[in-house]
């Protein structure tokens, strides 16, 4: 199979972040949402879960880098044909596929399968939300070529989709916060309302800083403070999301949201970690058969962790959440040998890639 020009970086955080979905998926498996908020186990996941949440809006930032990149040929044509078309086609038919199993295989009832159809099925809402970041792609390729206008965008993105919006979530959930507290963030919030910025909310934000942070020089000394934030960003979704849901006792997952301003200090500094330091592929041929998995890995996961929730292995370690790495660990290579598999087929290869 033909292999085309790949960035080693890219590929990097491409197998990073599907791990990352993964280890969000397992998590949620092991009856997240069902467990003593206050016990050691549970704060393990919260972990673990926390950390985790890079995942998206690095997937996201990929597709930035990629397509925003005007050295990066596309045509409108190239675009609706290639790549919406690919994306719209593997979408109805894992649909089909995972509505047919909801149905059959786990006994769902028909009009939670017609939601699913109507909407997507868990995992699968990936597909519409990135075919719209390629739908506006040739309005926002022109943004991003001219630099003060595409860093007044991320400007507005900042503030008005990251940090007012996690500003808010904190101050609704905050234990047992003052009155006048509640009463200025309902004003706020439909403040932000009224505004209706749409253009730079939601992951259009995330899909303009993958081109930006691609094309950044950042001097090697000062990775290490992008790192303490992204630490520290970490810390603040794994620390606060477990304070606040032990302290109230009802789940807190506002910080988990993708557009936590603390998210994406995380996001970002990966990001700019592996662009910056820009490791060398040890097989440049092994990591693109890799990275050309992972699309496949992301749709057909959720199978394998349904049929691996049933095994003695998985329910021996499911009792003890510091084995959530091994199982996301075996999720990944169990569903990485299937698509390796599946993509020896060239028809099957064109809708796992």
Same mark, same amino acid.
């Given at each position: 199979?033909?292999?085309?020009?790949?960035?080693?970086?890219?590929?990097?955080?491409?197998?990073?972040?599907?791990?990352?979905?993964?280890?969000?998926?397992?998590?949620?498996?092991?009856?997240?949402?069902?467990?003593?908020?206050?016990?050691?186990?549970?704060?393990?996941?919260?972990?673990?879960?926390?950390?985790?949440?890079?995942?998206?809006?690095?997937?996201?930032?990929?597709?930035?880098?990629?397509?925003?990149?005007?050295?990066?040929?596309?045509?409108?044509?190239?675009?609706?044909?290639?790549?919406?078309?690919?994306?719209?086609?593997?979408?109805?038919?894992?649909?089909?596929?995972?509505?047919?199993?909801?149905?059959?295989?786990?006994?769902?009832?028909?009009?939670?399968?017609?939601?699913?159809?109507?909407?997507?099925?868990?995992?699968?809402?990936?597909?519409?939300?990135?075919?719209?970041?390629?739908?506006?792609?040739?309005?926002?390729?022109?943004?991003?070529?001219?630099?003060?206008?595409?860093?007044?965008?991320?400007?507005?993105?900042?503030?008005?989709?990251?940090?007012?919006?996690?500003?808010?979530?904190?101050?609704?959930?905050?234990?047992?916060?003052?009155?006048?507290?509640? /009463?200025?963030?309902? &004003?706020? +919030? #439909?403040?932000?309302?009224?505004?209706?910025?749409?253009? $730079? =909310? !939601?992951?259009?934000?995330?899909?303009?800083?993958?081109?930006?942070?691609?094309?950044?020089?950042?001097?090697?000394?000062?990775?290490?403070?992008?790192?303490?934030?992204?630490?520290?960003?970490?810390?603040?979704?794994?620390?606060?999301?477990?304070?606040?849901?032990?302290?109230?006792?009802?789940?807190?997952?506002?910080?988990?949201?993708?557009?936590?301003?603390?998210?994406?200090?995380?996001?970002?500094?990966?990001?700019?970690?592996?662009?910056? /330091?820009?490791?060398? &592929?040890? +097989? #440049?041929?092994?990591?693109?058969?890799?990275?050309?998995? $992972? =699309? !496949?890995?992301?749709?057909?996961?959720?199978?394998?962790?349904?049929?691996?929730?049933?095994?003695?292995?998985?329910?021996?370690?499911?009792?003890?959440?510091?084995?959530?790495?091994?199982?996301?660990?075996?999720?990944?290579?169990?569903?990485?040998?299937?698509?390796?598999?599946?993509?020896?087929?060239?028809?099957?290869?064109?809708?796992?890639?």
């Amino acid at each position: 199979m033909a292999q085309k020009q790949r960035i080693a970086y890219l590929d990097y955080l491409r197998l990073l972040a599907i791990f990352g979905v993964i280890t969000i998926h397992v998590a949620t498996s092991l009856s997240f949402y069902r467990q003593d908020y206050a016990s050691l186990n549970w704060q393990i996941l919260n972990f673990w879960d926390g950390l985790s949440r890079f995942c998206v809006p690095v997937f996201i930032m990929i597709s930035g880098a990629i397509f925003l990149n005007t050295d990066f040929d596309l045509s409108m044509e190239k675009l609706f044909k290639k790549y919406l078309r690919r994306i719209v086609v593997s979408y109805i038919i894992w649909q089909l596929i995972y509505c047919g199993w909801y149905y059959f295989a786990k006994g769902g009832d028909l009009v939670t399968v017609a939601k699913f159809l109507i909407g997507s099925y868990d995992h699968l809402w990936y597909l519409p939300m990135i075919a719209g970041l390629y739908l506006v792609t040739p309005l926002l390729r022109p943004l991003a070529r001219r630099r003060p206008l595409l860093e007044y965008y991320l400007l507005l993105a900042l503030l008005l989709a990251w940090i007012l919006p996690t500003c808010l979530a904190l101050a609704r959930l905050w234990p047992n916060a003052p009155k006048h507290l509640a /009463l200025a963030t309902a &004003a706020l +919030s #439909r403040l932000l309302g009224k505004l209706n910025v749409k253009i $730079v =909310m !939601g992951y259009g934000g995330y899909y303009m800083a993958g081109y930006y942070l691609s094309q950044a020089h950042l001097d090697k000394r000062k990775l290490p403070l992008v790192q303490v934030l992204g630490l520290a960003g970490a810390g603040a979704t794994i620390g606060l999301t477990g304070w606040m849901t032990a302290k109230s006792g009802h789940l807190r997952l506002a910080l988990y949201s993708y557009n936590s301003f603390f998210v994406l200090l995380e996001s970002s500094a990966i990001f700019l970690s592996l662009q910056t /330091l820009k490791p060398q &592929a040890w +097989s #440049r041929e092994k990591l693109g058969e890799l990275a050309a998995s $992972v =699309m !496949g890995i992301y749709l057909i996961h959720p199978l394998l962790i349904y049929y691996w929730g049933k095994s003695p292995v998985w329910q021996l370690a499911a009792g003890n959440a510091a084995w959530l790495p091994v199982l996301a660990a075996l999720v990944f290579a169990s569903s990485l040998v299937i698509v390796w598999l599946l993509r020896r087929s060239r028809f099957l290869a064109r809708w796992l890639s």
